[in-house]
């Protein structure tokens, strides 16, 4: 069975510093990893999107690994702003193409974490 | 560039009353659509897919339908709500040569009293 598992399952951190949160994943074949932010009330926005040949991707102050052997990645905050929070979320799609149960292109997402900056 | 519309953005509706949810994709063709639901607190839960005009699938049983009578539309419908349909729900569209990175619409804040 496709799984995300996200660590930590919330966060506190005081604006300026930095943090990094965690995403394992089970699914197979791999096809990419996504990373989205969603603000309370609003739809996710994507961060990065990484494939199997990629294992660093970045966005501005967003950094993202990708460990494609231990299925790991993880997406790391510099210099957090206010604006940062939110809830970051860890979507992991299979690269095989199907209609049947079993194996689709239907990504799996983790839970989030919920990142609060404060002042 | 392509845009969603999700519209209402709220919505409150008494238990037994019908929902109506609409879709809207603009600037992409032959997109794959999709329904979410988020409850407070909680990650997203895939309802509905489609690949297609009138190619519907669902994930998990409820008290939800979907159609797709256009292309680039998208609805979710029930004929009668429960307390448990309320939450955010999320509409989203993607395409398989961009590695079906999905993009997700403003979502619908739905209550149920």
């Known amino acids: 069975k496709n799984q995300v598992e996200q660590s930590p399952q919330s966060l506190i951190i005081l604006e300026g510093k930095n943090c990094t949160l965690q995403c394992n994943y089970t699914v197979s074949p791999f096809s990419n990893l996504r990373w989205y932010k969603q603000d309370t009330g609003r739809g996710p926005v994507s961060l990065t999107i990484?494939?199997?040949?990629?294992n660093t991707k970045s966005n501005g102050r967003y950094t993202a690994t990708l460990d494609a052997d231990t299925k790991q990645s993880s997406l790391h905050i510099t210099a957090s702003q206010l604006s940062d929070s939110a809830s970051y979320i860890c979507?992991?799609?299979?690269?095989?193409?199907?209609?049947?149960?079993?194996?689709?292109?239907?990504?799996?997402f983790g839970r989030g974490t919920s990142l609060i900056v404060h002042p | 560039s392509q845009t969603i519309h999700q519209w209402p953005a709220t919505l409150v509706q008494p238990v037994g009353s019908p929902l109506s949810l609409e879709c809207t994709v603009e600037g992409t063709s032959n997109p794959n659509l999709y329904w979410y639901r988020q409850a407070a607190g909680r990650g997203l839960q895939l309802l509905f897919y489609?690949?297609?005009?009138?190619?519907i699938s669902s994930e998990v049983p409820q008290n939800l339908s979907a159609s797709r009578p256009q292309d680039r539309q998208f609805i979710l419908s029930s004929k009668k709500l429960l307390l448990s349909d309320s939450g955010f729900y999320l509409c989203a569209w993607s395409v398989v040569r961009r590695y079906n990175e999905q993009f997700f619409g403003p979502g619908t804040r739905l209550t149920v009293l």
């Open positions: 990484m494939t199997f040949s990629e």
């Open positions: 489609s690949v297609g005009i009138g190619q």
């Open positions: 979507v992991v799609s299979a690269a095989r193409l199907t209609h049947a149960s079993g194996g689709s292109y239907i990504p799996t």
